[in-house]
T-cell receptor, first 110, second 115 residues
Framework: GQNIDQPTEMTATEGAIVQINCTYQTSGFNGLFWYQQHAGEAPTFLSYNVLDGLEEKGRFSSFLSRSKGYSYLLLKELQMKDSASYLCAVRALNDYKLSFGAGTTVTVRA | ETGVTQTPRHLVMGMTNKKSLKCEQH?????MYWYKQSAKKPLELMFV???????ENNSVPSRFSPECPNSSHLFLHLHTLQPEDSALYLC??????????????FGSGTQLSVL
């Protein structure tokens, strides 16, 4: 399996920027996903990276460095509704299954 | 609304009870999954069905029994559970498990408490 690490909690102010880091160790890499999960709700897909670089989608961006086993999710212009848990998940080569990190709970304060 | 519906949302059961969790997807997907989510722990994959065939049983105890009668419905039958089985059980679906960039669509889960 993969060893996936991400911080447990982060707090930021409305309008600010927060960067959630995710590091992974895998014998073969075949894609990294970020999901958002509000309390009591379903996780929802945010982004997918398989090549190195930055993928931007509005206020959210995701970065991947395969050589470093590292990704981050960047949330800009934070809004109160961004308070949620953010899950990093990795797919290994020749395996369709996703391995998830424990999630990072982001709290946005006014 | 993700197109994946789970019932019930909450379930409290004793260790001697038998209950079932239900999942239905309205997305026309061919793969369905059961995950277990415990507080502060990573999501654990339990079972996978692709085109109604079970393709993964991730060393799950036999007190959990999945059933997939068709590509749209997935059940998890529970019997003689233990208190440590208390968790959020999430159902997910995807178009086809073999596609590399395949994203999962999750239901809101069933919060299970075993007394």
């Amino acid at each position: 399996g993969q060893n996936i690490d991400q911080p447990t909690e982060m707090t930021a102010t409305e309008g600010a920027i927060v960067q959630i880091n995710c590091t992974y160790q895998t014998s073969g890499f075949n894609g990294l996903f970020w999901y958002q999960q509000h309390a009591g709700e379903a996780p929802t897909f945010l982004s997918y990276n398989v090549l190195d670089g930055l993928e931007e989608k509005g206020r959210f961006s995701s970065f991947l460095s395969r050589s470093k086993g590292y990704s981050y999710l960047l949330l800009k212009e934070l809004q109160m509704k961004d308070s949620a848990s953010y899950l990093c998940a990795v797919r290994a080569l020749n395996d369709y299954k996703l391995s998830f990190g424990a999630g990072t709970t982001v709290t946005v304060r006014a | 609304e993700t197109g994946v519906t789970q019932t019930p949302r909450h379930l409290v059961m004793g260790m001697t009870n038998k209950k079932s969790l239900k999942c239905e997807q309205h997305l026309g997907h061919n793969a369905m999954y059961w995950y277990k989510q415990s507080a502060k722990k990573p999501l654990e994959l339990m079972f996978v069905y692709n085109f109604k065939e079970q393709t993964e049983n991730n060393s799950v105890p036999s007190r959990f029994s999945p059933e997939c009668p068709n590509s749209s419905h997935l059940f998890l039958h529970l019997h003689t559970l233990q208190p440590e089985d208390s968790a959020l059980y999430l159902c997910a679906s995807s178009q086809d498990k073999r596609v590399e960039d395949e994203k999962l669509f999750f239901g809101s889960g069933t919060q299970l408490s075993v007394l």
